[in-house]
């Protein structure tokens, strides 16, 4: 049953999310294209619907799957499954040892977890520029447009601080004029 | 009874208004939590609210979330942290679902599809944007460095699962500690404070 595997595939998600939202995005791609439910280019227009609302990314991306696939309770299935396994931890923590956090064990784990999360998220922008037409191994009109919105919404990001939503919203516009 | 419903309200009210304000990554309400939990309700201390916020970040799942959670079980036990999680889940749920209402409503109008094609090389841009960020904080040694590079080819030419990469990362980080304690290397586990800033904005 499709809300039965929606579960399933959340909480897996849910319970190795560290580090901030984008470095789940591989882990939801990998899991929504192997089950033949989106493609990766599909995949990207969720990650912006979630971008353009506030609250965490990871989880929002999980909501606008599940509504994709299995209407409102789709999503509100997704979005608790993606958070119970946090509650769970949270729960147990707080019950167990408050001082989790200065345990040399946690914070060895996550002397190796931070360079996993980059290449995570190096590898996510590696996929979904490919996906996407970004990097494309034919030279077109439309990839050199691409390339140029990438490198000024980077560039507003790094430098300008533009906020990422009002990023999304600006290269929507410069799409319709251009495409 | 009646005052711990009346305390569960409070809770739920009180994580629903600061769920909004998450928009772009957990950092940004802090402050908000900070003069709803202690300021105004007076439910916890400020050290207490600074712990949970390092506690979070320990923890899988979003910051944001997952504050609100512990704060929500040190208020009013398990039903607060249930509380004070629906509570600053609902607002953004609600703002995500009328989003993809409209999004898969207006799908296949060519205008919606050339502001995608703009959107999407956006989100590639975001997503180089996060990594950027993220390197800042967790790049900071040999190993490191070496870790990332190995398992990014990895990723990008074995088929693994990035699950089992994740947990790949977690033992091998205990390991290369472990490993490096016993042949007497200096160990620095985080990087420099000078840069804890800009950690904060990376979320």
């Excluded at chain 1, 319970?15 to 439910?37: D, H, N």
């Excluded at chain 1, 784990?109 to 590696?126: E, K």
């Excluded at chain 2, 600061?18 to 916890?44: C, D, N, Q, S």
Aim: with cysteine.
């Amino acid at each position: 049953m499709i809300f039965i595997e929606l579960f399933l595939v959340f909480c897996m998600i849910g319970a190795v999310s560290f580090g901030g939202g984008y470095a789940m995005i591989p882990l939801i791609e990998r899991e929504v294209t192997s089950k033949g439910w989106l493609t990766t280019s599909e995949f990207t227009d969720i990650i912006a619907v979630a971008g353009m609302s506030p609250g965490p990314i990871a989880t929002n991306s999980a909501t606008v799957v599940g509504y994709s696939v299995a209407g409102i309770p789709g999503a509100i299935v997704s979005s608790l499954a993606m958070t119970l396994p946090s509650l769970v931890i949270i729960l147990v923590i707080a019950i167990l040892f408050m001082r989790f956090n200065e345990h040399e064990l946690v914070k060895s784990a996550f002397y190796g977890l931070r360079p996993i999360i980059t290449s995570l998220i190096i590898y996510a922008a590696i996929n979904f520029s490919i996906a996407n037409g970004v990097i494309s191994p034919t030279f077109s009109l439309e990839m050199i447009l691409l390339v140029f919105i990438f490198l000024g919404a980077l560039f507003s990001l790094l430098f300008l601080k533009i906020h990422p939503a009002l990023v999304i919203v600006l290269s929507g516009i410069i799409g319709v004029f251009v495409f | 009874m009646k005052i711990d419903i009346k305390l569960l309200g409070q809770i739920f009210l009180s994580f629903l208004r600061i769920g909004p304000v998450t928009f772009g990554g957990g950092y940004a309400m802090i402050p908000l939590i900070e003069r709803e939990v202690v300021t105004k309700r007076k439910w916890l201390t400020l050290s207490d609210v600074t712990n949970v916020f390092a506690l979070a970040e320990s923890v899988p799942g979003a910051i944001a979330i997952n504050s609100a959670t512990f704060i929500g079980h040190r208020i009013a036990g398990v039903r607060g942290a249930i509380c004070a999680m629906l509570g600053v889940l609902l607002p953004t749920f609600v703002t995500v679902i009328v989003l993809s209402v409209l999004f898969f409503s207006l799908q296949g109008n060519p205008h919606l599809e050339s502001a995608f094609m703009g959107i999407r090389a956006a989100i590639v841009a975001l997503i180089v944007y996060a990594g950027i960020k993220i390197s800042q904080t967790a790049i900071f040694d040999k190993t490191n460095f070496t870790l990332m590079a190995v398992m990014l080819l990895i990723l990008l030419f074995a088929h693994i699962h990035p699950v089992v990469i994740i947990l790949c990362g977690a033992l091998l980080g205990i390991a290369i500690i472990k490993l490096k304690k016993k042949l007497g290397l200096a160990i620095q586990l985080e990087k420099p404070s000078s840069h804890s800033e800009g950690e904060k904005e990376g979320a």
